[in-house]
């Protein structure tokens, strides 16, 4: 069985740490001392320790499998700290924590002398305190509210867990977690009083804006710089912050700094300099690491000592902390990006919007939302009546439930999975969260029910038509062409047209553009468009139906057959298999062949599914055109535990010049053979990681960029702050012209590109699926006509090669944290197996930038009228159609006894009945659980030598049970050991930067 391992957070662990500290072991043993300083310029360092003790790799125990390392490593680097300051050494240090989790909740109870040690070094040694956030929030995503809340709760609260309640003081600078900032962020910051954002300027993949903004100078890299966004008007001071593989990329943190000091020797640097390195206060990185005994010829090895060792004594170099230097010392240049930043997989989002099930976990924090808006909304129409005190608390307990959904953790960094306990967690919250949103919406019917009991419309259509249904409809403020659902008894939803009254007489065009039976028959959902021109406030509406046909004469503009969809606008063509071939607007080719088809990357291979059919379910006559694609989709020869299917709709209507896209897919599903954290048993997982990327739905946009033209991402966030950024990273280096994963745009509710006056656009159904960022795009570069081309993928993921970005150092850097970074493994393996949902509006334009009514319409599709009728929304529960034997199931012995590891069914409710015995006995035991991993004590496997047998069963809520999993075998052997192996070449190209580094 394969091994893959990630058992720490973040990207520099083993062998980085070793090859870290070595760097600086060659100058010191040949005892070779800088020269004497020619200028007054100092070298400032700066150790900054990020704080999280809730972690998305690891647990929540008191042990090495949880927050149990973060105490341990955080207690090595206060007592090396405090050895240090008492042997006269004033080094400092640069705190920052979260506040609910760690300060709050966990060291309280855990370790309460971190938190006085740390007070006491404020008071005694100055040290600095920077703020995270209260929840460790994914804070670019959030909205203006959550954001406020979460910041100003960071600094006080009423829990006394802000940095100010604990510490006294401030640091004026904020360290993002996850370095995930978005425009709006940095005015919100400043107008809490917070004067600079840290974030990484690393020449690795583990980075912010090293590869989005200018190369800066050697000055400008070691000084706060100022970040000015034209489009958002913000402007606030930027501190470039690195972290242990920067000490690789410069050899050591010794050879760093006499380097930038002989620059300011040159005249070259004309002022102080800053080093601050700023890295997570769990990594052994700090603590130091024995080493196998093929790596005892790095030496050194001793952490946060060995690093502090190294430069103290240089006389040109001041321990300093942030709040000082910046007091001291003003920007040194401007910097602008318009990124949305993250230090995951590709410099982006990758690492927590990716994974197939962060679109769920994401779907449901924005139903909570949506029931806030809502709430607040109904009480205020017609005679306006206060908030209920019991509707009040609920509100409350909500939102206290969503900051804490809202953590970074609960989506990544950890790649390809969570922990299993993270899962398992993220799971009850979330379903906690569901619950507020339930009795949310329960007291929103029971207004609704007040506001419309006994209320008649006033004004019929002018054809007659049967009154359906009596309904509230909370309006978006940001107008557009309108989707409204409705659920109705099935008797109610077969109208030809549809039409809506307001109480006051008026009546509003509707065009209805599908029907959608429920599994029972009994009722439908029903979704009819409402043109953007008309006015809809909150308030009391009525439906009618209408079975009138067409007026005779009526021009058919929308028509669709088997191979051919298509309005005034635009033309779906597809071939005999029932694959797209091209889409054209206006005449035009937008998508090329292959688009709108789900595709895998497996093993370097493409996997689609061969043959499709096509039924045409609406053929234009009533104004709306529809094809079904369907069919069944074969997984990798010997690899499939069960095929995949897909059920996609394609959608026209006339006047309307925008496709509308929605289905289901199911992943085929393969066997999983490759485990990771081998060396932690209750940690341990099985995979397929040869799922590499994932596309439901590709956009093969047509236009090619140029170097002169590049392709503009489009974006929209969370605080209604609008952008745009250029995909060049070619002029750093000629690697970028192919750039696997795009992913810097947060999407509340679309994501667009173009090009050379061209423009494509993908709005998500949110109310459907949702994500944070939900469109990642790849380019590639096509040297037969030197230019570019660009795909989207919608509720998917890419992968491939890291961004390179540009360094005045060696690459080796770049090349550790390659190779031995956990969060860089592909989201791929989340999607094995997976059924999933989309809702998607796809529009082309012409220009450089989405035209404003374009723009309406994307926040109309995404963002719809809340609408509460007579029968209540229908929430889809997820319902295992395979009945396949759970996946992945594993046996990891522990010093306690045997961890079983498998893949949850998906179904709430559902049981797992395990069965094992010794391979030559016939006696089996029988465990029977909801909960996993199951720990089996050691007592049921006497002997460490016997091979045992076991499998494992589900058996769902409504009786059915799947088949039993094939059996595995294991004994009780202890774990195996999961060594990181480093490049013999990669050693050498160490070992060599060692030496030159001696030689200058």
């Given at each position: 069985?394969?091994?893959?391992?990630?058992?720490?957070?973040?990207?520099?662990?083993?062998?980085?740490?070793?090859?870290?500290?070595?760097?600086?072991?060659?100058?010191?043993?040949?005892?070779?001392?800088?020269?004497?300083?020619?200028?007054?310029?100092?070298?400032?360092?700066?150790?900054?320790?990020?704080?999280?003790?809730?972690?998305?790799?690891?647990?929540?125990t008191n042990d090495e499998n949880g927050f149990g390392q973060d105490i341990r490593v955080i207690r090595h680097i206060l007592g090396t700290l405090d050895r240090f300051n008492r042997d006269g050494v004033p080094v400092r240090a640069v705190w920052d924590f979260d506040s609910l989790f760690s300060l709050e909740e966990i060291l309280p109870a855990h370790?309460?002398?971190?938190?006085?040690?740390?007070?006491?070094?404020?008071?005694?040694?100055?040290?600095?305190?920077?703020?995270?956030?209260?929840?460790?929030?994914?804070?670019?995503?959030?909205?203006?509210?959550?954001?406020?809340?979460?910041?100003?709760?960071?600094?006080?609260?009423?829990?006394?867990?802000?940095?100010?309640?604990?510490?006294?003081?401030?640091?004026?600078?904020?360290?993002?977690?996850?370095?995930?900032?978005?425009?709006?962020?940095?005015?919100?910051?400043?107008?809490?009083?917070?004067?600079?954002?840290?974030?990484?300027?690393?020449?690795?993949?583990?980075?912010?804006?090293?590869?989005?903004?200018?190369?800066?100078?050697?000055?400008?890299?070691?000084?706060?710089?100022?970040?000015?966004?034209?489009?958002?008007?913000?402007?606030?001071?930027?501190?470039?912050?690195?972290?242990?593989?920067?000490?690789?990329?410069?050899?050591?943190?010794?050879?760093?700094?006499?380097?930038?000091?002989?620059?300011?020797?040159?005249?070259?640097?004309?002022?102080?300099?800053?080093?601050?390195?700023?890295?997570?206060?769990?990594?052994?990185?700090?603590?130091?690491?024995?080493?196998?005994?093929?790596?005892?010829?790095?030496?050194?090895?001793?952490?946060?000592?060995?690093?502090?060792?190294?430069?103290?004594?240089?006389?040109?170099?001041?321990?300093?902390?942030?709040?000082?230097?910046?007091?001291?010392?003003?920007?040194?240049?401007?910097?602008?990006?318009?990124?949305?930043?993250?230090?995951?997989?590709?410099?982006?989002?990758?690492?927590?919007?990716?994974?197939?099930?962060?679109?769920?976990?994401?779907?449901?924090?924005?139903?909570?939302?949506?029931?806030?808006?809502?709430?607040?909304?109904?009480?205020?129409?017609?005679?306006?009546?206060?908030?209920?005190?019991?509707?009040?608390?609920?509100?409350?307990?909500?939102?206290?439930?969503?900051?804490?959904?809202?953590?970074?953790?609960?989506?990544?960094?950890?790649?390809?999975?969570?922990?299993?306990?993270?899962?398992?967690?993220?799971?009850?919250?979330?379903?906690?969260?569901?619950?507020?949103?339930?009795?949310?919406?329960?007291?929103?019917?029971?207004?609704?029910?007040?506001?419309?009991?006994?209320?008649?419309?006033?004004?019929?259509?002018?054809?007659?038509?049967?009154?359906?249904?009596?309904?509230?409809?909370?309006?978006?403020?940001?107008?557009?062409?309108?989707?409204?659902?409705?659920?109705?008894?099935?008797?109610?939803?077969?109208?030809?047209?549809?039409?809506?009254?307001?109480?006051?007489?008026?009546?509003?065009?509707?065009?209805?553009?599908?029907?959608?039976?429920?599994?029972?028959?009994?009722?439908?959902?029903?979704?009819?468009?409402?043109?953007?021109?008309?006015?809809?406030?909150?308030?009391?509406?009525?439906?009618?139906?209408?079975?009138?046909?067409?007026?005779?004469?009526?021009?058919?503009?929308?028509?669709?057959?088997?191979?051919?969809?298509?309005?005034?606008?635009?033309?779906?063509?597809?071939?005999?298999?029932?694959?797209?071939?091209?889409?054209?607007?206006?005449?035009?080719?937008?998508?090329?062949?292959?688009?709108?088809?789900?595709?895998?990357?497996?093993?370097?291979?493409?996997?689609?599914?061969?043959?499709?059919?096509?039924?045409?379910?609406?053929?234009?006559?009533?104004?709306?055109?529809?094809?079904?694609?369907?069919?069944?989709?074969?997984?990798?020869?010997?690899?499939?535990?069960?095929?995949?299917?897909?059920?996609?709709?394609?959608?026209?209507?006339?006047?309307?010049?925008?496709?509308?896209?929605?289905?289901?897919?199911?992943?085929?599903?393969?066997?999983?053979?490759?485990?990771?954290?081998?060396?932690?048993?209750?940690?341990?997982?099985?995979?397929?990681?040869?799922?590499?990327?994932?596309?439901?739905v590709e956009l093969r946009f047509s236009a090619r960029a140029s170097n002169a033209h590049p392709f503009f991402i489009h974006k929209r966030n969370f605080l209604g702050q609008e952008d745009a950024y250029a995909v060049d990273y070619y002029r750093h280096a000629p690697e970028n012209r192919n750039v696997a994963d795009i992913n810097n745009h947060i999407?509340?509710?679309?994501?667009?590109?173009?090009?050379?006056?061209?423009?494509?656009?993908?709005?998500?159904?949110?109310?459907?699926?949702?994500?944070?960022?939900?469109?990642?795009?790849?380019?590639?570069?096509?040297?037969?006509?030197?230019?570019?081309?660009?795909?989207?993928?919608?509720?998917?993921?890419?992968?491939?090669?890291?961004?390179?970005?540009?360094?005045?150092?060696?690459?080796?850097?770049?090349?550790?944290?390659?190779?031995?970074?956990?969060?860089?493994?592909?989201?791929?393996?989340?999607?094995?197996?997976?059924?999933?949902?989309?809702?998607?509006?796809?529009?082309?334009?012409?220009?450089?930038?989405?035209?404003?009514?374009?723009?309406?319409?994307?926040?109309?599709?995404?963002?719809?009228?809340?609408?509460?009728?007579?029968?209540?929304?229908?929430?889809?529960?997820?319902?295992?159609?395979?009945?396949?034997?759970?996946?992945?199931?594993?046996?990891?012995?522990?010093?306690?006894?045997?961890?079983?590891?498998?893949?949850?069914?998906?179904?709430?409710?559902?049981?797992?009945?395990?069965?094992?015995?010794?391979?030559?006995?016939?006696?089996?035991?029988?465990?029977?659980?909801?909960?996993?991993?199951?720990?089996?004590?050691?007592?049921?496997?006497?002997?460490?030598?016997?091979?045992?047998?076991?499998?494992?069963?589900?058996?769902?809520?409504?009786?059915?049970?799947?088949?039993?999993?094939?059996?595995?075998?294991?004994?009780?052997?202890?774990?195996?050991?999961?060594?990181?192996?480093?490049?013999?070449?990669?050693?050498?190209?160490?070992?060599?930067?060692?030496?030159?580094?001696?030689?200058?």
């Amino acid at each position: 069985m394969a091994t893959l391992r990630h058992s720490l957070k973040k990207p520099i662990f083993l062998f980085l740490v070793i090859i870290g500290i070595g760097g600086f072991w060659l100058p010191q043993a040949f005892d070779a001392s800088s020269p004497a300083a020619k200028t007054p310029h100092q070298v400032h360092i700066a150790f900054g320790f990020h704080a999280n003790l809730y972690h998305s790799f690891r647990g929540d125990t008191n042990d090495e499998n949880g927050f149990g390392q973060d105490i341990r490593v955080i207690r090595h680097i206060l007592g090396t700290l405090d050895r240090f300051n008492r042997d006269g050494v004033p080094v400092r240090a640069v705190w920052d924590f979260d506040s609910l989790f760690s300060l709050e909740e966990i060291l309280p109870a855990h370790a309460p002398d971190i938190i006085r040690d740390v007070q006491r070094r404020v008071a005694q040694n100055n040290d600095d305190v920077m703020l995270m956030s209260y929840n460790n929030g994914l804070m670019s995503a959030m909205t203006d509210v959550e954001f406020m809340t979460s910041m100003a709760r960071a600094i006080s609260n009423d829990k006394g867990s802000g940095v100010r309640d604990l510490f006294g003081r401030v640091a004026p600078v904020v360290r993002p977690q996850e370095m995930m900032t978005t425009p709006g962020n940095f005015s919100r910051y400043k107008a809490l009083g917070i004067d600079c954002v840290s974030l990484y300027y690393s020449a690795t993949p583990f980075d912010a804006f090293r590869a989005f903004s200018r190369e800066l100078s050697p000055t400008e890299a070691h000084n706060p710089v100022t970040y000015r966004n034209p489009r958002s008007g913000e402007a606030i001071d930027v501190l470039p912050t690195y972290h242990a593989g920067d000490l690789v990329e410069n050899v050591s943190l010794r050879e760093w700094a006499e380097r930038l000091h002989r620059l300011q020797d040159d005249g070259k640097i004309d002022r102080d300099v800053l080093i601050f390195i700023n890295f997570d206060a769990d990594a052994e990185f700090w603590s130091g690491t024995d080493l196998p005994w093929y790596l005892k010829w790095l030496p050194n090895t001793g952490g946060l000592a060995q690093l502090i060792d190294s430069v103290a004594d240089l006389d040109f170099v001041t321990f300093s902390n942030v709040t000082d230097y910046l007091a001291t010392h003003p920007p040194a240049g401007t910097v602008r990006f318009s990124q949305d930043t993250a230090d995951g997989s590709f410099n982006g989002y990758h690492s927590w919007a990716e994974k197939a099930y962060a679109s769920d976990y994401w779907t449901r924090i924005v139903r909570n939302r949506r029931s806030h808006r809502t709430a607040r909304r109904v009480f205020a129409i017609g005679d306006a009546k206060p908030v209920t005190a019991s509707l009040n608390d609920l509100l409350r307990g909500s939102f206290e439930t969503r900051l804490r959904a809202l953590s970074t953790t609960n989506f990544g960094l950890a790649s390809p999975f969570l922990s299993r306990q993270r899962e398992t967690a993220m799971a009850a919250l979330l379903d906690r969260l569901d619950w507020y949103s339930d009795q949310i919406d329960r007291r929103v019917t029971d207004r609704v029910r007040e506001l419309t009991d006994g209320v008649v419309p006033t004004v019929l259509p002018a054809s007659g038509g049967r009154l359906v249904d009596t309904f509230v409809a909370i309006e978006p403020a940001d107008g557009g062409d309108r989707h409204l659902t409705f659920r109705l008894p099935a008797a109610d939803s077969g109208g030809r047209h549809y039409s809506i009254a307001d109480t006051h007489g008026s009546l509003i065009a509707a065009t209805l553009e599908k029907s959608d039976p429920s599994a029972d028959g009994r009722t439908a959902t029903l979704t009819v468009r409402v043109a953007g021109e008309e006015t809809m406030p909150d308030g009391v509406y009525f439906l009618f139906r209408d079975d009138a046909p067409l007026p005779a004469g009526t021009a058919r503009t929308v028509s669709a057959t088997p191979r051919r969809l298509e309005n005034e606008f635009i033309r779906v063509e597809l071939d005999k298999t029932g694959h797209v071939t091209r889409v054209t607007h206006n005449g035009r080719v937008q998508l090329d062949a292959g688009s709108l088809v789900p595709v895998v990357v497996y093993q370097g291979r493409r996997l689609s599914p061969a043959k499709l059919s096509v039924e045409v379910e609406k053929s234009g006559a009533s104004g709306v055109a529809s094809l079904r694609i369907h069919g069944g989709w074969d997984g990798p020869d010997g690899r499939t535990r069960a095929p995949g299917w897909v059920d996609y709709r394609l959608r026209l209507m006339a006047g309307v010049p925008y496709l509308f896209i929605e289905g289901t897919v199911r992943y085929p599903d393969t066997f999983r053979d490759t485990l990771t954290q081998a060396d932690r048993p209750i940690m341990a997982r099985k995979i397929d990681a040869g799922w590499e990327a994932v596309a439901p739905v590709e956009l093969r946009f047509s236009a090619r960029a140029s170097n002169a033209h590049p392709f503009f991402i489009h974006k929209r966030n969370f605080l209604g702050q609008e952008d745009a950024y250029a995909v060049d990273y070619y002029r750093h280096a000629p690697e970028n012209r192919n750039v696997a994963d795009i992913n810097n745009h947060i999407t509340a509710e679309y994501a667009g590109v173009t090009t050379g006056g061209r423009g494509m656009a993908v709005a998500m159904n949110t109310a459907v699926n949702a994500n944070f960022a939900f469109c990642p795009f790849t380019m590639a570069y096509l040297p037969e006509t030197d230019e570019f081309r660009i795909r989207a993928n919608p509720f998917g993921t890419y992968y491939g090669r890291q961004i390179l970005p540009p360094t005045r150092g060696n690459r080796l850097g770049y090349e550790a944290v390659r190779l031995s970074a956990p969060q860089l493994h592909s989201s791929g393996p989340t999607y094995n197996g997976y059924r999933d949902r989309f809702d998607l509006m796809v529009a082309f334009f012409n220009g450089d930038s989405l035209p404003d009514p374009l723009k309406r319409d994307l926040i109309a599709f995404a963002r719809r009228p809340v609408i509460i009728g007579k029968l209540a929304p229908a929430h889809l529960s997820p319902r295992d159609d395979t009945l396949l034997p759970p996946a992945g199931f594993l046996a990891m012995p522990s010093g306690n006894g045997v961890v079983f590891h498998w893949e949850s069914a998906g179904v709430p409710g559902t049981q797992y009945r395990i069965r094992y015995h010794a391979a030559d006995s016939a006696e089996i035991k029988t465990v029977c659980t909801a909960a996993h991993p199951l720990l089996v004590a050691a007592g049921d496997f006497p002997t460490p030598e016997t091979a045992y047998v076991a499998t494992i069963q589900a058996e769902y809520p409504d009786g059915l049970r799947s088949p039993p999993s094939r059996e595995i075998r294991f004994r009780m052997a202890p774990p195996a050991d999961s060594t990181l192996e480093i490049p013999k070449d990669f050693m050498a190209k160490v070992l060599w930067a060692n030496m030159t580094a001696w030689i200058r």
